[in-house]
């Protein structure tokens, strides 16, 4: 049963050879407590803030072995062989078929044509994010690839996403909505990107303060890789947990800036 829009951005997750590791990682930046890892899921361990379902962690796959870890966004649909069907008509790929995930939901993983990788979530007793928009939670998300006129033709045929442009020469940057509410932006990843960095989606967090979130993420052996920087939607970084795994840090009560105008 779904619980939001469709297309609505509602779980995040990742794998990641050393589970521990990053159970005290993330603990230690957000806060995050963890449930027992399920044997039954392959030690999939969920993470919680103040007692609310935030995000989960789990152990990598041996056939994943070597890949660099990455989170992963999830879009709610409340028809997942529809949504699969779309992926396909449109060019995207199945990575993997519709699967039931015990009484959960059912969940797939795509790729879009443009090299971004997502996954589609069908709810049943397993809503998704219990929390959002607040710290230790997430906040928002960028689909961010090379190829944004393959992004924006797909996902918009795959999910109902109404698009505004945003007025600046400066960034090729959209906002996909929801019932006239931004769920999702789409960036087009700029000339001097370095080869190396593949298409991806970029999960924001929430944190109190940016500036402190980046430096304890450098004191615990992460990475920064862009910021912290202020705009009208908050303070901001792009960092990577000692792993790898990439993603945004953002104060969202630490704005400048007048908000920029959308067509």
């Not at 159970?23 to 361990?45: C, P």
């Not at 928009?133 to 997430?138: C, D, K, L, S």
């Not at 190396?196 to 004191?219: I, Q």
Request: proline share 9%; aromatic share 12%.
């Amino acid at each position: 049963m779904s619980t939001h829009p469709e297309g609505s951005p509602c779980w995040a997750d990742a794998m990641f050879p050393d589970i521990g590791a990053a159970k005290d990682f993330y603990g230690e930046l957000f806060g995050w407590t963890f449930a027992e890892g399920s044997a039954e899921f392959g030690g999939y361990t969920q993470a919680y803030k103040d007692g609310k379902a935030v995000a989960a962690l789990m152990p990598q796959m041996p056939d994943a072995a070597g890949q660099p870890p990455a989170w992963n966004l999830y879009f709610e649909t409340p028809d997942i062989a529809a949504t699969a069907g779309r992926i396909r008509d449109n060019g995207g790929t199945l990575l993997m078929e519709p699967m039931p995930v015990g009484d959960f939901g059912t969940m797939t993983t795509a790729q879009d044509p443009s090299g971004v990788y997502f996954s589609a979530w069908q709810p049943d007793s397993h809503r998704g994010f219990e929390l959002m928009g607040a710290p230790g939670a997430f906040c928002w998300a960028e689909v961010t690839t090379r190829e944004a006129e393959k992004a924006d033709a797909f996902f918009t045929a795959v999910f109902p996403f109404e698009v505004k442009r945003m007025e600046d020469e400066h960034v090729d940057f959209h906002v996909w909505e929801l019932d006239g509410r931004p769920v999702v932006g789409r960036m087009k990843m700029p000339p001097e990107s370095p080869a190396e960095v593949p298409p991806h989606v970029n999960v924001y967090f929430g944190v109190d303060d940016c500036d402190a979130a980046v430096e304890l993420v450098k004191r615990s052996g992460g990475q920064l890789h862009f910021g912290p920087m202020s705009s009208p939607f908050g303070r901001f970084a792009t960092v990577a947990d000692p792993q790898g795994a990439a993603f945004s840090v953002i104060d969202l009560a630490t704005t400048e800036g007048e908000m920029p105008k959308l067509t």
